[in-house]
């Protein structure tokens, strides 16, 4: 079954101190991969997301994630967070040549202590 | 642009109660969505349209229905609540099915005693 993998669900880090959430999907076919953020209730947005191209790929707020195909692999980083990404972070995966269907990871929950 | 809109934001049924919770996008999206999130779970994809007339199951649909009849509603039904569908609902939209970026609602917290 197609699935994503988000590998640690709670992540405490110190502010300033950098930051990597772990993603890994299932399949090595053609796919779309993304990173959403969700604010204490709130809707998920977008961070950034992996469609062709280069492999290292900048979003918002500072974030930045690489695409590694041979590890099937979408780890999000940021070099110094903030107060403000204490937030759950959701990788997200969607095959175009497959279906319409998009794939959430369970969530990472990163939480920065000041 | 109001973007996609969600109501109620809140709501609490008793079991065997039926109720619909709404969505709507003013973007012209083609593509809907609609999405359960639970602890642990993260967010699970109950049904999904890919335009006025057309839906599809997703993940999770047993005990919800849905309907396409204009581009900018996607209504969801719970027929018979029961309390393991309490949850936070998510409506999503994108421009096309696929590698698109979606939009979401801010969701509706459903509460079945």
Redesign the interface.
């Known amino acids: 079954a197609q699935s994503v993998t988000?590998l640690d669900?709670q992540v405490p880090v110190f502010e300033e101190a950098p930051v990597e959430l772990r993603c890994n999907y299932s399949s090595s076919v053609s796919v779309?991969l993304?990173w959403?953020v969700q604010y204490p209730?709130?809707?998920?947005?977008?961070l950034l997301?992996y469609?062709s191209g280069s492999t290292l790929v900048k979003g918002i707020n500072g974030f930045e994630a690489e695409f590694n195909k041979s590890q099937t692999s979408f780890h999000l980083r940021k070099p110094s967070v903030h107060i403000s990404d204490t937030a759950e972070y959701?990788c997200a995966v969607?095959y175009?040549n497959t279906g319409?269907?998009?794939?959430?990871?369970?969530?990472t929950s990163l939480t920065v202590i000041p | 642009n109001a973007g996609?809109t969600q109501t109620p934001k809140f709501q609490v049924l008793k079991t065997g109660q039926s109720m619909t919770l709404q969505c709507a996008q003013d973007m012209n999206h083609e593509?809907m969505?609609w999405?359960r999130q639970d602890p642990?779970?993260?967010?699970?994809?109950i049904h999904?349209s890919?335009g006025a007339g057309i839906t599809?199951q997703?993940?999770v649909p047993n005990g919800y229905n849905v309907s396409r009849s204009t581009t900018e509603d996607f209504p969801l039904r719970l027929l018979s609540a029961a309390p393991s569908q309490t949850s936070v609902y998510?409506c999503?939209s994108s421009p096309r099915?696929?590698?698109e970026?979606?939009y979401?609602?801010?969701?509706t917290r459903l509460l079945v005693l």
């Open positions: 988000q669900s779309y993304f959403y209730n709130q809707g998920l947005q977008l997301k469609l959701f969607s175009p319409n269907q998009f794939y959430f990871g369970t969530g | 996609v593509y969505s999405y642990g779970m993260g967010l699970r994809l999904y890919v599809d997703g993940e998510f999503a099915p696929g590698g970026t979606q979401f609602g801010p969701g």
